[in-house]
Every structure is written in structure tokens, then in C-alpha cells.
């Protein structure tokens, strides 16, 4: 104890407490072996715990519970009244008796940076983090790393107390993008929670309206899933059982068992090596090569004795088909076209026809979008959307999604029960608004691992032609010695992906439709060449450069046993 400190009798001090200068307590509770920087000023029932540092020029109010071992930095302020006022309504000074005081609670093994300003009704989690200059506005989740004005969730610390190892890169993040937007999301929960509005009403059709626009088309009808929106945008579009729809065999199964599910039958054409999307010379080949037009136009396949009514192109890893020529195409033979949009969502093409940048979903009869929680707009689960410029095709959408229903008990049809939950809804149109930064960061992430790849002769980089601006759900990179590669991330802690590793055509589920091995070269090929590297909004240049380096080691190594 020392001269300039002011400690009232009705202080607690525990023992051992350590004490500098000119420091004011009153009416407070400081636990044991707690050392008290000076100018430090600590007001009646506030409480510090055992073994806390409170660093000088530190301001802790009444309400304030700061639990065992936290440090709390310089200069850091508390705040106990939301709407603190100097008069009250009559004009007269505040007493006491005005003044509203809230709790905020800093738990155990917390750190507060100096600087920091903490909002009352708070509680900054168990071991949390919160950076130098920040504003907690709200709660801390226990490990958090927050920083920033209002203080953001930037990581979590593992639960052994030490920072994540930031040589390991997740193949996805998908924690940081949901707490960046944690109170609107949360917002959303508790309105569907207040009105129990779980089913339809206008958090659907708000974000319907969003999606159709932010997709340059005129309708959208979201659905419960990708694969229910491929499956309702066929049968809306007059795809008939037994038909064949064409397609790609290097696509996710849902592609396929969609148009299955729609009553048709899948056959495939093989892709551009160079865009892993639908090649159009092999699309016109198969047209003119595999199939007989009868008199009235009607296209049967000659190895199905089928009827050939649709194309689907994938827009896969983010990227469009060729549209326009699979349109010509498509017009040429009287076939509709439903894009497979699923990984595609903002994704644009140059339609030389149209003259001018057309949109994923705007250029199909219609389109199918997913809003699985990995897609480039994701939902807190399952979801999905048509986009169609075409209203009638809208309406038999809706009733395909509703148990064929036009209005509440009258069926026209018999349906499905395909429809996407208002909390999806409500969630996707808080994160819509995000989307075009998203994938701009994700185009920004994409242009930078081309830069640190360009030249190398082992690594194979995805090709862009003019016409496209790709949204990169996935960044996928080829290399000869697929396996050694995987393995060698894997050890240095770098998360992958294959995307898809075993071509549809030879697959199990696909035996009945006897494609051989060889029927599809390129599919073949690059199916066990390809890697998806991490890519997500968030990937920070720090990790994008930790996994160029584990990626360059291992195509230094390839290319040093190649001899080149
Ligand atoms: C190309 C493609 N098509 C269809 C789907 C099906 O979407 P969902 O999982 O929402 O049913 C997906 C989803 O992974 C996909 O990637």
C-alpha cells in the first residue's frame, strides 16, 4: 500500500494483492494474488477474480465481474448504462438513482487489448481474445479471437489454450463467413422463432424476388434442394418419362439422378479439357453421329432407341458451359436446355449472340441452383432454386415443390413436398447482399495461385477463356502424380478435394447404362488428375502462400525425377 493509492475500508483485498500508484477502489471485491497497474480506477460491486492483471489507466464500473485470471490491457474502458444521460427529463443532474446499471461479465482466462471498449451487457467467453482498440458490442464466443469496431470473430483458439497452428489451411472455412454475420443470422431465428412462420410466407417470396434479380431473371422459385430444383426444372420444362437428357459424366451424381428421378435417362457427352465443361464439337458429334431425326424432328438415340429431349450443361466449379453454342444446338434439334447452375451462382458468360455478359440461370429454359452450406451462396442446410425467364414454367415449379397444389387443398397434380424452409430463406437473403464480394474475393484468390503456379510445368492451372468470369466454387489444379501430391498436403496439413474422382459413366449406380472404360477419354484422364485447392472468400494471403509453397515443393520434386 502506498500514499497516493485511495483504497476505501469496504475494499475486499485478498491476499497478496499488488498494488501501484494512484489507484481509486471503492466498494469492490479484488481477489488473491491480482496485480493493480496505476490509475487505475475500480467502482463499488465490481469484482475481480484471483490472479488477473489489470493493466494502468483502466476503467472498470459497478457491474462489471471480471473472473480469474484475465489480464485486461491499458486504458481499457467498461460501460454500464446503454443510455447514459447528464439530466434527467426535468432538467435536473442524474443521481445515482438514474443511473441504469448492466452487467457484463469478463469469464475466466480472458484477454483484453489494450484500448479496448466493452459494451455493457456482455459476456466476453472463457479464454477469448480481444484485440487492442476494439468495441465489444456483443458477446464473445469462449475462444474467440475478435478485433475491430464492432469487434468481429476473426478465429478460435484451440481448446489447449494456444492459437490455431497457422501452417494448417482448411480445405473450406465455413465458420468465419456465418460469425461475421452472426447477429443478423441469429435475428433471423429469433423472427421465425416469434411469428412461427416456418413455411412459406415472405421471407420466401423476398428472396425470391432477390435471387431472380441478382440472377437477371425473371422468376425464381426456391425449393428444398439442387437436385429437386433439376429435377422440377425438367419435369416443368416437359421432359417426359423415358426420355434421354444429355449431359457430362464429371459432375456430381445429383446432375444425373435428377433427370433419373424425372422419369429420363442420363447419356453422356465428354468435356473440353481445357474448361472441364461440356465440349461442344463432341455434343454436335453425339447430335449428328448417335442420334436419327424422323420426319417431324423428333431425335431418337441410336444407342437407347430413346427419345432425346434435353440438354443439361454443368456450369461446373464455377464456371459456364459454352453457352450460346449449346443453345444453337439446342434450337437446332428442338431440344430445351436446363442449366445445372449448382456451383454456379453469379457466374457470368459473354454471349456473342446477345451481345452482352448474360448471367448463370438467365440463359437456359431454366436452371437449377443449390444452396448447400459449401456453395458460393450457402444455406444453415439443405436449399435450392429454379430460375427461368419462362412464367408458366414458374407456376408448374411452385406446384411441383407444394403437392401439386394451385391453392391450399386443390391438386391438380400429384407433387412433391419440395419446398425451402422460411429460416433458409430468411438466412440466404441476409447473405445474398454478400455474394458479389464473395466471389469477387474468390476471383481475387484465384488470380493470385495462377500467378504463384504460372510456368510451373508440373501443375496444371484451370483456363478461363475470354468469355467467362468464373465464381470459383472450387479452385482445381491437374498433376501427373495425383496421389503423391494429396499425400504431401495431407502431411503438411493442407486441406483438398477431388472433384469427382470416379467419372458417372463408371460408376456402380450407372452399370445398367453400359458405358465401358475408354467411353469417355477426357473425363477419365482428368478425373485422376485433378485437385481442388482450398478456396473460400476468407482464405487469407498468408494461407494462400502456405499452400503454394507445400504445392511448388512437391511439383519441384516431380519435375527433379522427370529430369526436366
Ligand atoms: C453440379 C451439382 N449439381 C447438383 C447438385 C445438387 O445440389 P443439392 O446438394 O443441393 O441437392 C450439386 C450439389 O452438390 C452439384 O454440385
Redesign the pocket.
Known sequence: MNAYNCVANDVKLGENVQLSKFINLYGCEIGDETKIGACVEIQKNASVGKHCKISSHTFICEGVVIEDNVFIGHGVMFINDSYPRATTAQGSLQTEADWKVERTVIKKGASIGSGATILPNTIVGENSIVGAGSVVTKDVPPNAIVAGNPAKVLRFIESTGKTADPDLVPFLDLVTPHLELEGELVDVFRHVLHTAGFVGGSMVEEFEKAFASFCDAGHCVAVS????A?RFALMAAGVQPGDVAITVPN??I??TEAISQAGAFPEFVDIDERTSNMSVELLQQYLEEQCTRDSSGKLTSLRSGRQVTAIVP?H?YGQMADMDSILRLANKYGLVVIE?A??AHGAEYFSKDLDRWMKAGSMGRAA?F???PGKNLGACG?G?AVTTNDAELAGKVKMLRDHGQVKKYYHDMEGYNGRLDAIQAGLLNAKLPHLAKWNAQRRDRAAEYSRLFAGNKAISLPSEPSWSRCVYHLFVIRTSDRAGMLNHLKNAGIGTGIHYPIPLHLQKAYASLNYGEGAFPVSERVASEIISLPMFPQLTFRQQNRVAEEVLAFASKTLQTAGV
Open positions: 434442394s439442387g437436385t429437386d433439376l459432375t456430381f445429383a446432375t454443368v461446373l445445372d449448382c456451383q437449377a443449390s444452396f448447400y439443405e435450392g
